[in-house]
């Protein structure tokens, strides 16, 4: 696999014109949205290299992870817009958080209770959840703008998640 | 911004193909790497919309929320293989902790000193650490692989990091 990833990576890289591009995000934005290989936040969004900071996980979730990563983006590279977005039919939704450690200690004899799987029932309410965190976070600015937003994978579409 | 960004988001989806596509990763691969704005993983690795999971924060640091995350991904949705890429020019590579939570605290008056942002000071370094760290993780399967590549921003190139 590596071998045809660094197949394909060398025809990227004879055509690459992005070698001057700077470190801070060019449109001073931050987006935080899942991992779900479904989904492709520069292409639905139309971000041009260099223009954003993408930070992705299981769920898109405003984990501390995530916050630590924002707490750089925005203090240290000067981005000024968060967005949060989670998706239809993400696998964070269905998900049991009991019923997955119980596979785990199964599979590997390990205890996983303590982890938080970060896992979700309801979409909007998770968004909302998730400005929110990102919004009262102690080390945010609070001049920072946070919104929320839900891609429906079905349709490849955006739509806006009001504050509730 | 969202203004704009949702505009975008309508010619993307005025032309989306991706409405059939499956959750589980169809390369059954997964991509752990940095936010940075410079980088779009998608393309310079070629990946076609519902290949591949990808996991993005500030360095691409194997953090417990990553780690929640391919423990996911590889449990969950059957994903194989495992990739690390950090890059040439990262924010995280200059950074100093320390430093940094001296700012947090004169701009927020917050104490950050419990928080590691897990910056580096060398980079086949830190792909050899984070690729031993998942490795390692008790929750991860023994059968899943695990490389790590380096990204040159100047030039859209990787390169493997041998194990060391």
């Not at 990227?12 to 931050?30: H, K, Q, T």
């Not at 817009?81 to 993400?90: A, K, N, R």
């Not at 019923?99 to 909302?128: C, K, M, N, P, W």
Request: glycine residues 8%; negative net charge.
């Amino acid at each position: 696999m590596i071998d045809e990833l660094l197949e394909a990576n060398e025809r990227f890289a004879d055509s690459y014109e992005g070698g001057e591009l700077e470190m801070a995000p060019r449109r001073r934005l931050a987006v935080l949205t899942c991992m779900d290989a479904r989904l492709a936040p520069e292409r639905f969004l139309d971000l041009v290299l260099g223009e954003a900071h993408v930070i992705r996980n299981a769920g898109g979730r405003a984990s501390d992870d995530a916050l630590r990563s924002l707490v750089v983006s925005t203090r240290l590279l000067r981005t000024r817009e968060v967005v949060v977005i989670h998706h239809t039919d993400c696998g964070m939704m269905s998900f049991d958080s009991e019923e997955f450690q119980q596979v785990l200690r199964e599979e590997t004899g390990a205890d996983a209770a303590g982890i938080d799987f970060l896992g979700f029932s309801d979409l909007d309410d998770s968004v909302r959840e998730d400005v929110e965190r990102i919004t009262t976070c102690t080390y945010m600015d609070e001049g920072i703008s946070v919104s929320g937003l839900v891609y429906d994978v079905a349709t490849g579409r955006l739509r806006e998640v009001d504050a509730g």
